[in-house]
């Protein structure tokens, strides 16, 4: 079992940045691969980013490519998405996500994962 809370959401002008973080408790957090997806008002759940348990291997999704970065911190338990040159489109609730995984693989697809944080709120002004 992984609980996962999300933090660092706020109000950001556009090509600001923002920081955020996914908490994990629960003992297989090293062993699991991770994904950050995102939700805006009445649009269905994106794909963002994703890393596999050794951070060895990351992904993104193509809309945020080259401005987001993915890591992790395994003795924090803890996952990070740090969001470079912010544009109004990215405004959404994140959310992270684990599976157990203890390949190289990274997972796209939202039904992969067994678990999801509760999501906070990114607003991009223009």
């Known amino acids: 079992q992984v609980q996962l809370v999300e933090s660092g959401g706020g109000l950001v002008q556009a090509g600001g940045s923002l920081r955020l973080s996914c908490a994990a408790s629960?003992?297989?957090?090293?062993?699991?691969?991770m994904g950050w997806f995102r939700q805006a008002p009445g649009k269905e759940r994106e794909f963002v980013a994703a890393?596999?348990?050794?951070?060895?291997?990351?992904y993104y999704g193509d809309s945020v490519k080259g401005r987001f970065t993915i890591s992790r911190d395994n003795a924090k338990n803890t996952v990070y998405l740090q969001m470079n040159s912010l544009k109004p489109e990215d405004t959404a609730v994140y959310y992270c996500?684990?599976?157990?995984?203890?390949?190289?693989?990274?997972?796209?697809?939202?039904?992969?994962?067994?678990?999801w944080g509760q999501g906070t709120q990114v607003t991009v002004s223009s």
């Open positions: 890393i596999n348990w050794s951070g060895a291997t990351t």
């Open positions: 996500a684990a599976v157990y995984d203890y390949t190289s693989n990274t997972r796209v697809a939202s039904y992969h994962y067994d678990y």
């Open positions: 629960g003992r297989t957090f090293s062993r699991c691969a």
